[in-house]
């Protein structure tokens, strides 16, 4: 059977040209916005170590978060399909990124640290394993080069 071929367009457009462009490496801002028809922009910028603005979204942040969602749809996805009930899903997620002497840079690894409630105590056992299926199927994680893992904890709702 082919491949079923999906396609995504996005733009990103520069916001921050102070008056200057890019004289300098300190003459211009950071600032950009990413869109996509439909969504409302996200307001991005760089990681405030590359002279960002801590509160906009930068790239490294989309990536880590962009696996996070992945993971948990993918997982949400699968508990429908085996019987397990989730009624709560948080996952605070961690990338670490390596600079080079070179001045670029690579992921290192990325840690999805997803708390699931389901409803009853006989899932927990399948919720648990579910997250190496999600993994397994997250389109996401399949296109990274870097070791993404899961350290999920999983509870019982009222218990």
């Known amino acids: 059977m082919p491949e079923k071929l999906h396609a995504y367009d996005t ?4 916001t921050g040209d102070l008056g200057t462009g890019t004289s300098t490496y300190r003459a211009y801002d950071r600032a ?3 869109s996509a028809a439909g969504p409302p ?4 910028s760089a990681d405030p170590g590359f002279r960002g ?5 930068n790239p490294e942040q989309l990536l880590v978060v962009s696996l996070s969602q992945c993971h948990m749809l993918s997982y949400l996805s699968l508990c429908s399909m085996n019987g397990v009930v989730v009624t ?10 390596a600079e080079t002497a070179d001045g670029g840079g690579h992921f290192t690894e990325v840690v999805l640290r997803p708390e699931v409630e389901v409803a009853e105590q006989g899932m927990t056992d399948k919720a648990l394993a579910l997250h190496g299926d999600a993994h397994r199927v997250c389109f996401i994680a399949g296109s990274v080069n ?4 899961h350290e999920p904890v999983v509870s019982v709702r009222g218990g």
């Open 88 to 97: 709560g899903y948080t996952d605070r997620a961690h990338g670490t990124m």
């Open 11 to 14: 733009e990103v457009t520069w």
């Open 146 to 149: 870097f070791p993404v893992r």
């Open 41 to 44: 922009p996200i307001l991005g």
């Open 32 to 34: 950009h916005e990413v």
């Open 53 to 57: 603005d801590p509160s906009r979204w």
